[in-house]
C-alpha cells in the first residue's frame, strides 16, 4: 500500500478579508483573529489578511494586509472617507484571491451590496439579518444568483449567534428529513427576562435592569416588540420552504400599545410600571397551572405560517429549563417527531456571535481547499 508523502508541500487558501462594521461584533472577531491568524496558517494552511476594515464613516484597504494589533489606530489616523463602492472595488479581480466581505453590520443599505458582491465573485459572511429576512424577491434573487455562480454565501450567526441552528436545519432538510416545526426562544434578551420574572420583582424592574446591564437595545421596546424574533422566524421559515415575508408574521408585541409612541427609552420605563399587574396576573396564572412563561418564535410548516408569541410550557418542558440569555430552539421533524432535536446554548454576546461569524468564514476556506 502507498504511504503517505511527507515530503509534499503544503500550499496555503488564501483568504483576502473585508471587515464592514467594527462594533462590538466586529472588534471581537478581529480579536479572534489576532489570537488565530498564525496557527491558521501553521496547522491548517490558511493564509488569512484583513485587506480592508469600514465603519459608517471611514475605511482603510491595505495590498498586502494589515498589521491587525493596530487596525484601530490605522482606521483612525490613515482612513479615507467610507464608500462602499470604492472599498468593494479594492477586492475585485485577480489581486486578492478568495475575497471574502464579512458585514457586521444591521445595516439594509450594506445587505444590499450582496448580489453585487457575489457577481463580482466575493464570498459572503454575515450575522446581518436584513437580507434573509428582507423582501422575498429580493432574497431569492440574492441566492439564485449565489448558487448558479458558486460563491459561498454563509449566515450562520444572524439565528442563534453562535449556535448551529442554520448549518442543522439545513442538513436535516438536505438529507430528506421533512420539517413539522421550529419552535425556539431566539431572543437572549427576552430569554434573560422571562427567566428572571418568577414573583421575586415586577416586570418593569427586571427589564430595567436587563437594559441597565446591557442586555437589551438601548430602548427595549425594539427587543420587546418582537420585530428581532420575527426577523429570525422569517429566516427559518425560508430555510424550510416557505415564501413568508416579514408582514406574514403574526407578532404579539409585549409593548403596551399606549406605550408604542412614546418619545424615549426613558419615558418608556418610566411609564411601564403601571402594566406590571397585567403581566403579574398572566405568570400567577401560569404558576398556579405549574407553567412558566416564554417568549417564542414558530415556524409552522403545515400551516405554511410563522408566529412570535408568549406561551406557556409546563416546569418539566425543556423551555422552563432555561437560564440566563440561553437561546433553545427545537426541531420537529418525521425523524425527530416523538421528541424534538434540541439546540441549547447561549444565545447573545459579542463574543460566541463573533466565533459564529469566524466559524462559517473558515468554512469557506474548508470549501476553498483547505484541509479539514
Known amino acids: ?60 484597504r491595505d495590498h498586502l494586509g494589515l498589521d491587525l494589533s493596530k487596525w484601530k489606530e490605522l482606521l483612525d489616523t490613515h482612513g479615507v472617507s467610507a464608500d462602499i463602492s470604492k472599498f468593494t472595488a479594492h477586492f475585485e479581480g485577480q489581486d486578492f484571491p478568495n475575497a471574502v466581505i464579512i458585514d457586521c453590520t444591521a445595516n439594509a443599505e450594506v445587505s444590499q451590496m450582496y448580489y453585487e458582491w457575489i457577481s463580482k465573485g466575493i464570498h459572503i459572511v454575515t450575522p446581518n439579518k436584513k437580507t434573509n429576512s428582507g423582501p422575498f424577491d429580493q432574497y431569492k434573487r440574492v441566492r439564485e444568483l449565489q448558487r448558479k455562480s458558486h460563491i459561498h454565501y454563509f449566515y450562520e450567526a444572524t439565528v442563534g449567534a453562535g449556535l448551529p441552528i442554520i448549518s442543522t436545519l439545513r442538513s436535516l432538510v438536505e438529507t430528506g428529513d421533512k420539517i413539522v416545526k421550529v419552535e425556539g426562544v431566539f431572543s437572549g434578551t427576552l430569554s434573560y427576562i422571562f427567566n428572571s420574572f418568577n414573583g421575586e420583582k415586577p416586570f418593569s424592574q427586571i427589564v430595567t435592569e436587563a437594559k441597565a446591564a446591557g442586555y437589551t437595545e438601548p430602548d427595549p421596546r425594539d427587543d420587546l416588540s418582537g420585530m428581532d424574533v420575527a426577523r429570525k422566524v422569517v429566516i427559518l421559515a425560508r430555510e424550510c420552504g416557505l415564501q413568508l415575508e416579514l408582514d406574514d408574521i403574526k407578532i404579539q408585541s409585549l409593548v403596551p400599545k399606549p406605550l408604542q409612541g412614546l418619545n424615549s427609552a426613558e419615558d418608556f420605563l418610566k411609564e411601564l410600571p403601571n402594566f406590571d399587574e397585567e403581566m403579574e396576573s398572566q405568570r400567577k396564572d401560569a404558576e398556579a397551572s405549574g407553567e412558566v412563561l416564554r417568549y417564542v418564535g414558530v415556524v409552522d410548516v403545515k400551516a405554511n405560517e410563522g408566529r412570535v408569541e408568549l406561551q406557556r410550557f409546563p416546569k418539566s418542558n425543556a423551555f422552563a429549563q432555561l437560564s440566563g440569555s440561553d437561546n433553545l430552539i427545537a426541531f420537529t421533524t418525521s425523524r425527530y417527531l416523538r421528541q424534538p432535536l434540541i439546540v441549547r446554548g447561549p444565545g447573545a454576546g459579542a463574543e460566541v456571535t463573533a466565533a459564529g461569524v469566524f466559524s462559517d468564514l473558515l468554512r469557506v476556506a474548508s470549501y476553498l481547499g483547505a484541509p479539514s
Open 1 to 60: 500500500m502507498a504511504g503517505v508523502d511527507s515530503g509534499a508541500v503544503q500550499v496555503n487558501v488564501p483568504l483576502s478579508v473585508g471587515l464592514i462594521g467594527p462594533g462590538l461584533i466586529g472588534k471581537a472577531l478581529l480579536n479572534q483573529f489576532i489570537d488565530q491568524v498564525a496557527t491558521l496558517k501553521k496547522e491548517f494552511q490558511i493564509d488569512l489578511r484583513v485587506m480592508g476594515i469600514m465603519d459608517s464613516k471611514k475605511m482603510y
